[in-house]
């Protein structure tokens, strides 16, 4: 036992970068100042604390300013709000309360508190020097396909074109490309970068003993081939695209996406495919509006939209999510920088955020999802859609039931006496002020507008009913009672003239709710006469309170939306877990009126500025024109992917390197404006876009270029000198050992026990509920409101955002895992009891069966001899024996968690 805890030791010995400067901000720090913080400060502090006044002599618009704080000291201590003069302040809980007129709003204050604790980070401002045209940027420039250098003399070797340009760079250092990686560690690197799982012993000694020149290219084109390769690709994609099998909070309605699947199955299909990645844009962003013929399956594509957190159903967050997915997933561009106000440093205004705004605000999410697949016609499928039909039919019931008790309420002489009354205190009210009064008294905008309009067209006809009420509301109110009667029109409908003249009212109030009982009086049986017609007509057909089912939900209170949503939320509960449901797509739908887009002036949507067009960013397309057709979102995908379009073949291209190198070539890959570092080798990365473009898109021909390279074959041995010249090898003068992430991770440990499920597809699974299911990790249930803490714990990304790439962290709790999770311990049992180790028939070739059943290879002699010695001692009759400690231990080694 001792050997074996000696081995665990050494095992959960990791190998970790060099640590971080803890005074350089993470770009999740700085994006979350500019994102949240800047806004708040420049609504509320600049005015007295930005470049015109300084009260105190504390600027709060430049970093330098909030790290100098005031004439008396700092007034931020980063990582302690509590010892912050500037939170006490907007707190309120100094003598110096901040904003001094009116505290700052709740969320402002939270703001600013999280900021602090997690450190203050602030940018970094660029000495004062010629101002520098933002639009020069290099990634704002066309891509152009530069010339290959010449391959240099160099001592290492030269394949394709990436080395030339590679070995160029290396030159210039005096380095040179590394020599070629042993046969052993490249085809284990191929097989988990293409497909995230081990190859097999077999497999290694296969291509080892392979001697043909192209056994290589052979063995890429296997991979790619291979369906794993898209459960691997496709998972890196899904992190692009914030993908989870839920909402989020959402307090009324079933939180799980219950056809989410369908869109991480669409993104594996695609990539397995290698669907031209720009169809592969357009699909997700207008799939809908593509002729797709009889095979519907891209509909799910609108996944890439659609599936993002809920925020509370906050329709302005749900759309800027939608922008920032779109721009930095796809262009690396971080435009939702610009909702409050101009972009602090790329050329983004905030005109361009909203012109992309008004293209998601122009689209809905239709309630019943469209079919993509069918379903063998089963009695279980049959029940269930019978099921879905009775419970469909009781939220229609409810709604209408609602809807008719809402409208006779609506009918009532109290309701008509309201809207009636708000009409008349709004004569000459507009826009937010309107808003704000039917705020006030809780009444419902559609049927003030139907009011509203209804008076004014009886007024301009003359009406002998509506022109009195309009004459009352303009006497005085002082002089109300004294002059409200004789203030009334000659030729007054006698009906109204009689019910005024017998309630004599005091107030316009009290008048208006007379005219209200009159008009609400059942009309007597017969033919009615010319003035009990002319009454009567409010509230006949057509009038104001005649509002069709199609407008139920513009009218419904509270507690009618509680009481419908709950129906609605037990029959989306109901099909996000039957196994029946047949496959639909959350899809996106054009409105039949496309919004008209205006600037929310400090990103306030009360507060409404220019109206702008729907078009795409000008940054990308110069001779840019407004959207026409629907929303926008077709031509919107079409600037996306022109080949004029100078970001989105780099972004994709700089994605790919990362996957197969541990970085990009740029190393901020959702991020290519003027705040980021060049890329480590710009006219490479213009070589591999201007390549892609030319050949169709094809992401599988761009692994193909990479992968057959001198420079992805290269070994990830280090020297000293290289690690002198290039510490962080932005040169690449070698590969980059990296550790497995989570889902490689798991699904080798699977792998190995000999119990990975490789069925293709379907609802997602709980991988953390025992029986642990055996399904790869990319089928794993995300959920956002419960996320699992090993997802955490190994850096799985977060699905409330956009991820552009993971961190890597070592914490004890990654071996804690590993050596006492019961996962791990069923996967060592199951290994040790796999059937090629039970007909081994002696301790050594026992043990040689579990090394190339876990690390793909035999034991050396001296490992033999260990395991051997250890082993020897086992007993049968205990729970966890020799041999599946054993098997643990090799589960838990640097060599099965880390690819060379």
């Known amino acids: 036992m001792r050997w074996f805890l000696a081995l665990c030791a050494a095992s959960c010995v990791v190998v970790s970068a060099r640590a971080a400067d803890p005074a350089k901000p993470t770009a999740a720090q700085l994006e979350y100042f500019e994102a949240k913080v800047r806004p708040v400060l420049a609504d509320h502090c600049y005015s007295c604390h930005g470049p015109k006044k300084q009260s105190a002599g504390l600027r709060l618009d430049t970093s330098t300013g909030i790290k100098a704080g005031a004439d008396d000291g700092p007034v931020v201590v980063p990582g302690d709000p509590v010892k912050s003069r500037l939170i006490k302040s907007v707190k309120r809980e100094n003598e110096l309360a901040m904003p001094p007129k009116s505290p700052l709003p709740a969320e402002a204050v939270a703001v600013l508190v999280e900021w602090v604790k997690s450190g203050a980070a602030l940018p970094a401002e660029t000495a004062q020097g010629p101002a520098v045209d933002p639009k020069k940027h290099w990634a704002f420039q066309p891509v152009r396909a530069p010339l290959v250098p010449a391959a240099p003399n160099p001592k290492g070797e030269s394949r394709n074109e ?12 005096g380095l040179a490309i590394a020599p070629r990686a042993d046969k052993r560690a490249l085809v284990r690197r191929a097989y988990f970068d293409l497909t995230g799982l081990p190859p097999t012993a077999e497999e290694v000694e296969a291509f080892v003993k392979d001697a043909a020149p192209d056994a290589w290219a052979r063995l890429v084109d296997k991979l790619l081939a291979s369906p794993r390769y898209g459960e691997r690709w496709g998972r890196y994609w899904l992190d692009v695209a914030r993908y989870a099998d839920s909402k989020g909070y959402d307090l009324t309605r079933e939180r799980a996406f219950p056809f989410s699947y369908t869109y991480r199955d669409y993104v594996v299909r695609s990539f397995n495919e290698d669907k031209p990645y720009d169809r592969f844009v357009t699909e997700q962003l207008a799939a809908d509006l593509l002729p797709l013929g009889a095979d519907k399956r891209p509909l ?5 939209l659609t599936l993002g957190r809920r925020f509370l159903n906050n329709q302005q967050d749900i759309i800027d999510d939608r922008i920032d997915v779109v721009t930095r997933g796809f262009m690396g561009l971080t435009v939702t920088c610009a909702r409050c106000h101009d972009h602090k440093y790329d050329p983004i205004p905030a005109k361009d955020y909203y012109s992309l705004y008004g293209v998601f605000a122009s689209t809905n999410e239709p309630a019943e999802l469209p079919l993509i697949g069918d379903m063998p016609r089963t009695p279980e499928v049959i029940a269930f859609e019978k099921e879905v039909e009775t419970r469909e039919a009781a939220i229609v019931a409810e709604r209408d039931k609602r809807h008719a008790a809402t409208v006779a309420k609506l009918r009532e002489p109290a309701a008509v006496a309201e809207y009636l009354l708000a009409v008349l205190d709004t004569r000459d009210a507009r ?24 008076v004014a067209a009886e007024v301009k006809a003359k009406s002998a009913v509506f022109v009195p009420l309009q004459a009352l509301a303009a ?37 208006v709710d007379v005219f209200a009982k009159a008009l609400c009086a059942a009309p007597p049986a017969g033919t009615p006469s010319k003035e009990q017609a002319e009454v009567a007509k409010a509230l006949a057909k057509g009038g104001p309170t005649d509002i069709a089912l199609a407008d139920a939900e513009k009218i419904q209170n509270r507690a ?21 449901a047949p496959p639909r797509a959350h899809v996106l739908a054009d409105n039949a009126q496309p919004t008209q887009p205006v600037v929310f002036l400090r990103g306030n949507p009360g507060n409404r500025g220019p109206q702008v067009p729907r078009q795409a960013p000008e940054i990308v397309t110069p001779n840019r024109k407004p959207f026409t057709q ?31 190198f541990g970085h990009g070539l740029l190393r901020t890959p959702s991020d290519f404006g003027v705040r980021s570092d060049p890329p480590s080798h710009p006219e490479l990365l213009d070589y591999l876009a201007s390549t892609f473009v030319r050949e169709g898109w094809s992401v599988k021909r761009l692994h193909r270029a990479i992968m057959l390279s001198a420079t992805y074959q290269q070994s990830s041995a280090v020297t000293p000198e290289m690690y002198k010249l290039d510490p962080e090898n932005r040169l690449l003068a070698h590969q980059n050992r990296r550790r497995l992430d989570f889902e490689a991770l798991r699904d080798s440990l699977l792998s190995a026990s000999g119990r990975l ?47 552009p790439q993971r961190f890597q962290t070592t914490v004890p709790q990654q071996a804690l895992f590993l050596m006492n999770s019961p996962f791990v311990q069923e996967q060592a049992k199951s290994l040790a009891a796999r059937k090629e180790v039970a007909a081994a028939k002696t301790a050594a070739a026992k043990v040689t069966t579990l090394y190339r059943l876990a690390l793909s290879r035999n034991p050396t002699a001296d490992e033999l001899a260990l395991a051997t010695r250890f082993v020897a001692g086992d007993d049968p009759k205990s729970a966890f024996g020799a041999w599946p400690q054993l098997a643990q231990v ?3 080694s640097n060599e099965f968690a880390f690819v060379d």
């Open 890 to 892: 090799l589960l838990l």
């Open 560 to 580: 009618d939306r509680d009481a419908i949503a709950a129906i609605r939320k037990k029959v989306d509960t109901f099909k996000a877990a039957s196994p029946h």
């Open 431 to 454: 826009g937010e002020e309107v808003q704000n009064l039917l705020r006030q008294r809780d009444l419902t905008r559609l049927v003030y507008d139907r009011w509203r309009e209804f």
């Open 475 to 511: 006497v005085p109110e002082k002089d109300f009672e004294a002059k409200a009667l004789a203030a009334l029109p000659q030729g007054t409908n006698p009906l109204v003239a009689k019910a005024l003249t017998d309630a004599k009212p005091k107030t316009l109030k009290a008048a």
């Open 757 to 803: 499920d490789l069925t293709e597809g379907g609802k997602p699974v709980d991988l953390f509920k025992a029986p642990f299911s055996a399904r790869r990790t990319v089928y794993g249930l995300i959920d956002r409101t419960s996320l699992p803490g090993t997802f955490k714990v190994f850096d799985v990304a977060n699905p409330d955002t956009h991820s």
């Open 630 to 660: 629907g929303s926008g979102r077709l031509e919107l995908a079409r600037a996306i992917t022109s080949p004029e379009n100078p970001l989105t073949a780099r972004v994709m291209v700089n994605r790919v390197w990362l996957g197969h």
């Open 300 to 304: 799910a594509a609108l996944g890439f």
């Open 162 to 173: 990436i080395d030339a340009f590679v070995g160029a760079k290396l030159a210039e250092k």
